[in-house]
C-alpha cells in the first residue's frame, strides 16, 4: 500500500449521486495540486442501479488503483456485495454508512469495529435541496483534507447549468459533511506538491485521451458504430474532428464504419475508428483488406471481458491473440497499446503517425480500465509526428502503386493526383496493381509488406524500460500501472528490478527486447489474461531467458501493485 | 499518359486502361464498361477526380479496366468504402459498381443504409441473377425455381429480391433500370444518376452468358418503361407493383437533400481542443 | 523425384478439354489398379482461359505431387508461360506438342531437345466428332502404359450421357491417339499393385471427402455461402445431407451462416459451414458465441492464398493464425487439419465428434490443394465416434446448463426437453446461465471452458508420428504429404528421420509433443506460410530443441518433396 | 418445476423466470414482456417447446426473463439463430426478439432475407428509436433532427428506416404494428402472429424512458389502424403511404408458403454415400 496516496471508495444506489460527488472531489484534488485516479464500477442495469466510486489521490503521478482501500463511504448498503471483491479493504479502513441504511452488510462485518454511521440523509433533509451525496462529499473532502475551496469551486463549476441556487446549496452540504467529520478518525493526506501552472497538467479519461491523441496525429474522419466502452472516443470526437475540419458518421454497422474509414483514407484523408472486442472482431476481414492494398488507419480496440459479449462494463488483455494474429493469410500490420491514461495520447498519436507512415493498419490495443478511467496526467508535449504519408510526386514513366521499393514503402497516389491513377486492390497483385497469381509477385508483395514494418526505426518508443537489474518484468497495456507501482516499492525496499512495458507488439522487434533484457536472467511476465495470451506471444517472438514466472489473471478484478509484488518476492 | 487535364476532348477510349477484362465471351458486363467510359466521356470528368469502388464478383472487377481512379474492395462492402470516401472528398465522383450477390446478399445491408443516408455517389449494379464469378449460385434476385446450381438443386424455393423496391423503400434518390444490351441507353442514364444530387442506383440487366445463358434473351424482352420519371414516391411505388422486372428507363428522381457534413474548420490546432481538460 | 511414379501435365486453352480428358486418365489409372492424384490449374478467366491438368500415377498411395513432371502434352500454348513456375520439368522430361499449335515457347527453350510434335489436331479433324484432347488422351494413356480397355471405360463412363456415337467417337480418337504414340520414347509405369476388389478404395477429392467425413459424423444441418475453394464441400453436402434427413440453405452471407448452424445445433441438430478465409474471418465473433455459449459447430475453412482476397484458386496454408487465436477474449476452441485428401474424410468425422463431445466450435483447417485435388485413397472404415453431445438425461432440482463438473463438459439440455429450460448465453454467467460480472463465475467459467478442451483424452489422433530418429520434421496439414515423401526418400537412403504432422493444433498438447520429441534434437519445421505462422505457434506452445530450421514458403506454388530432402540434407 | 406438461392450464407467470431485469423503471420492454408470457399462456404453450432468440440491447434481454428455452446471442444475428434453429427443429415455436438498433441497423441484412425467406418463425422488434443499452444514440429508426445523442450532436440527419414498409418490401409474411401501453393488444397481436405460418414480424412501440422521455406520450399519440388487415400486397403498400407511424394493428397478411425443407431421410447410413465413389 502507497503511502504517498489515499484510496476511497463512495458507493450508493439509484440516483444517489456518488459518479458525480466522485467526480467533484477528483477535480478538487486536482486544482488543489494532487494527482489522482478514479474509476467507476456499476450494476447491470442501464439506470440508477448501484454503483462505487473509486478515488485515489496522490503527491506523485498514479493511473491506477493501490492494494486497498482506506475509505469506504456508502450512501446506502443495496446489492453492496456485487462490489466487495473489487473493493480490498485492510484491517484499519474506516467504513462509514447513513445512519438510516440500515446495519453494515455481512460481507463487511470483518471491519466492523473501524465502522462508523453519520447522519448524512437527515443533514441532507435539513437543508434546502440538500443531498445526502454532498454532504457526504464534504465528509470525504474533510476525512483526506481536501481545502474546503477547492472543493466548493469544483461543485460550481460541476453545477455550473444548475443555478445559483444549487451551487449554493450543495456547497451548504459540503460545508456541513465536513462539520459532521471533525469527529471521524482522519486519515490526512500527505501535502500536494506545489502548484502548477495552468495547462500544465490535464483532467482526463484514458478514452479522451485516446480522441485527442487521433486528431494531434491529424485523423479528420471517424467512423462510429457505438460499443461499450469504446463510445467515449467517439462522442468525444464527434464534435472535437468537427471543429478541426473533419467529420465523425455513425454506421450502421462495425463492417461499414471500418470500411467508411478505408476508403476516406484511400481519399487521403487520416482516419481512424472506435470499437471493442466484438466489433474488431468484425472488421478483421477489411482490415486484411488494408494490409493488401495499403491504406492506412487506425482502429482502437477498448478491450473489455470476453469471450463474445462478455462482461462489457469491465476491464481486460484477452483480444491480445485477436489484434496480433486474427487477420487471414499473412498480413502484417501494427499493433499498439497505450501504457498508461495519459499515454493513451501519445500511443493514439504514433499509432495515427506509423500507419500513415507504413501506409498499413493499426490496431490500438487500450481497454475499459484505461478507457473509462479519469486522471490527472502531465499534459503532453505538442509532437511532431503528425501522421504522414509519403504521396506521389513525380509521375514517373507509368506509375506503380505497390513499387517494391527498399523500405517496402511504396509512394501512394492520392485521388485526384493528375496520372496517379490505380486500383487499391485486395486480390494479389503485381507492382502496378494488376491482380496477379504468380508466385513471384505474391512473393515480392507478401516480403514488402512486411519488410516495411520490420525495418522501420521505431526508436526508443517500443517500450517503456526502467530499472536495471537480473529480474525483469514485462508487461504490456494497461497493467503497466501496478507493475511499475509494485517495482517503485521493490526499489523503496531496495531492491533493483527490470520493467519492460511494451508499446509496441506488432511487428515483434527480438532485436530490442534482446537488448532490453541484456543481462537479465529471470523474467515475470504480467498480464490481465486467463489464457496467457501475452505469455505466449512472447514465447512465439522473443529469446527469453531460462526462467520465466507469470501472473496471468482474467479479469475484471484489476491486478494489484502487491500480487506483483508478491509474486517477484516468492522467487527468493 | 494522358492525364485529362492537358486534353479537354477526352473519349472514351481513354477512360480505358490496357487491363484485359477476365470475363467470359459474351458476358453483359463489357457492355457495362462499355457505358461507363462513355459516360465519363459524356461528362468530360478528369479521370483523376473520379473513383470507381467495387467489391468482389465477376462485375466488380470493373476499376481495373478503368483508367480512373479505383478500389476493389472486398465482398460486399463496396458502399461504405464509396460513402467514406465521398464525405471526406465531397470533390471527387464516386461511381460504386458490383454485382447483384455483392450488392443485395452479403451487402444488402449496405445498401439499405446507403439509401437511406443518401450520400452523393452513383451505385451501378450489374445485375445477372447469380453469383458468376463463385460458378453459379443463386442470387437474391434469382427465380426461386431456378434449379441449375447445385448449392440448391431444387431452386432456392424463396422469394426473390426486388432491388428497385427496396431502393424506393429505404429512400434511395434517384432509381433506374438499364439494360446492357443498350450501352449507350445505360450510359445516358448514367449521365443523368451522376449528375442527381445524392444516392443514385442503377440496376443494369447485364446477362451472365455462362451460368443463366437464357439470359441473351433479355435484349428481346427489355422494353422502355411506359410511363415518365416520378419525383413522387407514392406514384413510383404504384409503377412497380406492376412491374415486370423488364422495362429499363428512370423510375423515380427525388430531391431529398444529400448527406454531406460541410468540412471546414474552426480551430487550426488539434492542441487547442486540450484546453477543455486543462486544470 | 520418385521411381514408382510418373508425373504428366496436360495443358491447353478454351474449351480443349485437358480437365476431362485428365479425369479420364485419372480414373482409368485407378480402376486398373494403380494409385493416382490429380489436381488442376487454371488461368484468372472465369470460363474459357487456358488450364493445365497435372496428373501423377503411382504403384503407391500418393497424394501430392512430385518434383519435377517426366511428360508435358499441350493442345496449346497459349499463355502457357503462367504455368512454367507450376510445372518443374526435368532434362529428361518429355515435350509434346501439337504440329499446329506454333512452336515451343520461349520459356521452355531449355528443353526443345526433348520437344516432338504430334498432328493431334489433324488427327482429330479427320474422324467423326474428332476431339483433340480425346486424341491426346490415348497419346497419354499410351505414353505412361495405362491399359487401352480402361481409358475407353472411363471414357464410356464420362460421356454416359453424351450419347453412344460420342462414347464411340471418343473411344476411336483415343485409339488413334495410342497408335500415333507409338513412336514416341516411352515413360512406361511400374506394373500396377494386384488389384482390389470393388469398394476398397475410392477415388475422391479432398472437398467431397470432407462432405462425407462430416456426415459420417452425423452433421445434419449445413449452412452456405459459397466461396472459392470451399464451394464443391457445400455442393456435394446439398443433396447427401438431405437423402440423410437434414438440409442444407443457402445463406445471405457468412454471418448468417455461422449463426444458422449455432441456431441448428442448439436445436440439437449437428451442424456445420465452410467457408475460406475472408468468410471465416466474418464468422469469428459468432464462434466466440459458440465458444462462452457451448453450442458444438464445425467450421471448415479450406484455406486459400491471402491476404484479403489474396489468390483465390490457390492454397496457402496462412489462416493458421487467425483459427487459433482470431476470437476475441479467452475462448478455447478446436482448431484441426486434415493431413491429406483422404484424411479429410477422417479429420472432419472427427471434428464432429469432438464439437459435439466438448460443445465447442471446431475449426477445420483444409487447403485448396486437399480440397481441390483428386486422388485414389484407401476407403476409411467406418469409424464409432458418430458425435454425441452429453445431453441432459434427469431434471434435477435446479437444472444449471453450464455447471462446472469435473470434466468441464455440463450436460445439455436440448429444446424440447422438458424441464430443461435455459437460456444460452454469450454474456459471462453464472452455472445457470444467468449473467454475471462477477470475477468468481467469470473465473470459473473460463476455466471451465479451457479444462474441458486441454483435460479430454484425444488418443493418438493428435499427430501422425512416424520414424525413430534424432532429426524430426514437424507440420501440418497438406504439407504433410510432400513431407512424408521427402523422409521415404531419406529411409531409402537410408537415412531415419522422425515425423510430427499434426492433426489437431488447439488445444495445444505440450506433454503429447514432449513424448513424440523424446530423443529429437533438431527439428525442421515446413509450413506453406511466409511469415512462419506455425513455427511461432510452436514456439508458443512447446518446448523445441534447442536447434530447430524452418522451411516456411508462401503459396502459391506446392513445397516439393525435394525441397524438404535437401533442407534437412544441408544440415550434416 | 412446472414444465408444462403435467398441467394444462398455464398461466402467464408459468412462462416467467425469477431473473429481475436490468431495465430502467419504466421502461416500455417491462409490457412487452407481459405481453409475451401472456401470449405463450393463451397458447398453451409447452414452455419446454418454445425457443425465444435475440441479439444484444436493453430489449434482447428478454430471453433470460423467461421460463421457456432461450438464446441471447450477438449484436444483429438474433435472426439467423432463429432461422437455422426452426429450419431443423419445426416442432418448435421460435420467437425472435430484440431492438431497432439490433435488427434494422447491424441486423438489417438478415431482416431483409429473413422476410425473403420466410421460415415459419415470428420476430417482434422493441422499437425505441434508440440504442438503450450503449446509453442513447441514433438508431435507424431515430428522426433525421433527433439532436441529444453526443455522437450526432447536429442529429443522424438522415432519412428514418421504416420497419413496415422494408417488411412488405422484402416479402414478409405478416406485419403488424403494436404498444407497448397496451399488452393485451400486443398479446392479442402476438398470438395471430404465431399462429400465421411464414415469418411473421410485429413492431412494437416501446419507449425508452431513459433517453427518449418524450416516448411516454406515445400511449395517448397510438390509435387503431383504420383499415382492416389486408392480404393484398398492394393494398398494404398504399396504407403505408399514408402511415403516421403511429396507428397499431395487422397491417397484412399473406399466404406465401413457409420455407421448410423435408427432413426426411430416404439413406439410412451416411457410409452408403462412398457408393458415388468406389473404385
Ligand atoms: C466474404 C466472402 N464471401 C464469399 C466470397 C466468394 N464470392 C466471390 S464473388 C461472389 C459472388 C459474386 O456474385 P455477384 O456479386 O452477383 O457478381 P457476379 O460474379 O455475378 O458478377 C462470392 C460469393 C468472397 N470473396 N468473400
Ligand atoms: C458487434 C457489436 N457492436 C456493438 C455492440 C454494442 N451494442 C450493444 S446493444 C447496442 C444497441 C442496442 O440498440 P437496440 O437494439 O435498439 O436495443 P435497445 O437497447 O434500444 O433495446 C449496441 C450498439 C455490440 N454488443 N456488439
Ligand atoms: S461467369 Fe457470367 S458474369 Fe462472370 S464473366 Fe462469365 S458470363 Fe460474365
Ligand atoms: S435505457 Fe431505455 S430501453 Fe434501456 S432499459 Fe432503460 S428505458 Fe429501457
Ligand atoms: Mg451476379
Ligand atoms: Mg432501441
Known amino acids: 500500500m502507497s503511502t504517498d496516496s489515499v484510496s476511497i471508495a463512495f458507493a450508493g444506489s439509484g440516483g444517489a449521486g456518488v459518479l458525480t460527488a466522485g467526480n467533484v472531489l477528483l477535480e478538487a484534488a486536482a486544482s488543489a495540486g494532487w494527482y489522482a485516479y478514479l474509476s467507476r464500477s456499476a450494476g447491470p442495469q442501464i439506470r440508477g442501479g448501484e454503483s462505487v466510486t473509486l478515488l485515489r489521490v496522490s503527491r506523485n503521478r498514479v493511473e491506477s488503483h493501490d492494494d486497498d482501500f482506506r475509505l469506504l463511504l456508502a450512501i446506502d448498503w443495496r446489492n453492496f456485495e456485487r462490489f466487495v471483491a473489487e473493493l480490498p479493504l485492510s484491517g484499519d479502513s474506516l467504513l462509514i454508512g447513513d445512519a438510516e441504511a440500515g446495519p453494515l452488510p455481512e460481507c463487511l462485518a470483518a471491519y466492523a469495529a473501524r465502522y462508523c454511521e453519520l447522519p448524512l440523509k437527515r443533514i441532507a433533509k435539513g437543508m434546502s435541496q440538500g443531498r445526502p451525496n454532498m454532504v457526504a462529499l464534504g465528509v470525504l473532502a474533510a476525512a483526506i483534507g481536501i481545502p474546503c475551496d477547492k472543493v466548493t469551486e469544483a461543485l460550481a463549476h460541476t453545477l455550473r447549468d444548475k443555478g445559483q441556487a444549487a451551487m449554493d446549496a450543495g456547497a451548504a452540504c459540503v460545508t456541513a459533511g465536513m462539520e459532521c467529520a471533525r469527529e471521524l478518525p482522519l486519515i490526512k493526506l500527505p501535502a500536494a506538491p506545489a502548484p502548477r501552472a495552468h495547462g500544465e497538467r490535464l483532467l482526463i479519461t484514458g478514452n479522451e485521451a485516446t480522441g485527442l491523441g487521433a486528431v494531434r496525429g491529424g485523423v479528420r474522419f471517424v467512423s462510429a458504430y457505438p460499443i461499450t466502452p469504446a463510445t467515449e472516443i467517439l462522442e468525444w470526437l464527434a464534435p472535437s474532428v468537427d471543429r478541426l475540419g473533419g467529420t465523425l458518421v455513425q454506421a450502421e454497422d462495425e463492417l461499414a464504419s471500418v470500411n467508411q474509414a478505408i476508403g476516406a483514407s484511400f481519399g487521403g484523408t487520416p482516419s481512424l475508428t472506435a470499437t471493442s472486442g466484438p466489433g474488431l472482431a468484425l472488421m478483421l476481414e477489411s482490415i486484411g483488406l488494408a494490409v493488401a492494398a495499403e491504406v492506412p488507419i487506425v482502429v482502437v480496440d477498448v478491450m473489455r471481458g470476453g469471450p463474445s459479449t462478455g462482461i462489457p462494463t469491465k476491464s481486460e488483455q484477452a483480444d491480445l491473440g485477436m489484434a496480433l494474429y486474427g487477420l487471414h493469410g499473412d498480413a502484417p500490420h501494427l499493433v499498439l497499446a497505450p501504457l498508461s491514461v495519459a499515454d493513451c495520447l501519445f500511443t493514439t498519436q504514433w499509432a495515427v503517425h506509423l500507419a500513415e507512415a507504413l501506409q498499413t493498419p493499426a490496431i490500438v490495443l487500450s481497454d475499459q480500465s484505461l478507457g473509462q478511467s479519469r486522471a490527472v496526467i502531465e499534459r503532453p508535449a505538442d509532437l511532431a509526428f503528425i501522421g504522414r504519408r509519403q504521396t506521389l510526386e513525380d509521375i514517373g514513366e507509368r506509375y506503380a502503386r505497390y513499387a517494391v521499393t527498399t523500405s517496402g514503402v511504396s509512394p501512394m497516389a492520392i485521388p485526384g493526383m493528375p496520372g496517379g491513377q490505380y486500383t487499391a486492390e485486395g486480390l494479389e497483385h503485381s507492382e502496378a496493381g494488376t491482380p496477379s497469381g504468380s508466385a513471384a509477385d505474391h512473393a515480392a508483395q507478401l516480403q514488402k509488406r512486411r519488410r516495411k514494418l520490420t525495418d522501420f526505426d521505431y526508436g526508443t518508443h517500443w517500450a517503456e524500460i526502467e530499472g536495471e537489474a537480473t529480474t525483469a518484468v514485462i508487461t504490456w497495456g494497461s497493467t503497466t500501472g501496478p507493475v511499475r507501482e509494485a517495482l517503485n516499492r521493490r526499489a523503496v525496499a531496495g531492491w533493483a528490478t527490470r520493467m519492460v512495458a511494451m508499446r509496441l507488439l506488432a511487428p515483434a522487434r527480438p532485436d530490442a527486447m534482446r537488448q532490453a533484457l541484456d543481462g537479465v536472467e529471470r523474467v515475470l511476465i504480467v498480464e490481465q489474461c486467463e489464457g496467457g495470451q501475452f505469455h505466449h506471444y512472447l514465447r512465439a517472438h522473443y529469446d527469453l531467458p531460462a526462467e520465466v514466472r507469470t501472473l496471468c489473471k482474467p479479469g475484471p478484478l484489476p491486478i494489484r501493485p502487491q500480487e506483483v509484488y508478491t509474486r517477484i518476492e516468492d522467487w527468493h | ?279
Chains 1, 3 share one sequence.
Not at chain 2, 250 to 270: M, N, S
Request: proline share 8%.
Open chain 2, 1 to 279: 499518359m494522358d492525364n485529362g487535364i492537358a486534353n479537354p476532348a477526352l473519349s472514351a477510349r481513354d477512360y480505358k486502361s490496357s487491363v484485359k477484362p477476365v470475363w467470359c465471351p459474351g458476358c453483359g458486363d463489357f457492355s457495362v464498361l462499355s457505358a461507363i467510359t462513355k459516360t465519363f466521356a459524356e461528362l468530360q470528368l478528369d479521370p483523376a477526380q473520379v473513383a470507381v469502388i467495387s467489391g468482389i464478383g465477376c462485375s466488380s472487377r470493373i476499376p481495373a479496366y478503368l483508367n480512373t481512379y479505383g478500389f476493389h474492395g472486398v465482398h460486399g462492402r463496396a458502399l461504405p468504402l464509396g460513402v467514406g470516401l465521398k464525405v471526406a472528398r465531397p470533390d471527387l465522383t464516386v461511381l460504386v459498381t458490383g454485382g447483384d450477390g455483392d450488392g443485395f446478399s452479403i451487402g444488402g445491408n449496405h445498401f439499405l443504409h446507403a439509401c437511406r443516408r443518401n450520400v452523393d455517389i452513383t451505385y451501378l449494379v450489374m445485375d445477372n441473377q447469380v453469383y458468376g464469378m463463385t460458378k453459379g449460385q443463386a442470387s437474391p434476385t434469382t427465380a426461386p425455381d431456378w434449379a441449375l446450381s447445385k448449392l440448391t438443386p431444387e431452386g432456392p424455393g424463396i422469394n426473390p429480391f426486388y432491388p428497385l423496391v427496396i431502393a424506393l423503400a429505404s429512400g434511395a434518390n434517384f432509381i433506374a433500370r438499364a439494360s446492357s444490351s443498350d450501352p449507350n441507353g445505360t450510359a445516358r442514364m448514367l449521365v443523368d444518376a451522376i449528375r442527381h444530387p445524392g444516392f443514385s442506383f442503377i440496376q443494369v440487366l447485364s446477362p451472365c452468358v455462362t451460368f443463366q445463358p437464357e439470359q441473351r434473351e433479355w435484349k428481346k424482352l427489355v422494353h422502355p418503361a411506359p410511363v415518365e420519371a416520378t419525383s413522387d414516391p407514392a406514384k413510383a411505388a404504384r409503377r412497380l407493383m406492376t412491374d415486370d422486372n423488364l422495362f429499363v428507363g428512370v423510375l423515380y428522381q427525388g430531391t431529398r437533400k444529400p448527406f454531406q457534413p460541410c468540412l471546414e474548420a474552426d480551430l487550426e490546432h488539434a492542441a487547442e481542443l486540450d484546453e477543455a481538460f486543462a486544470i
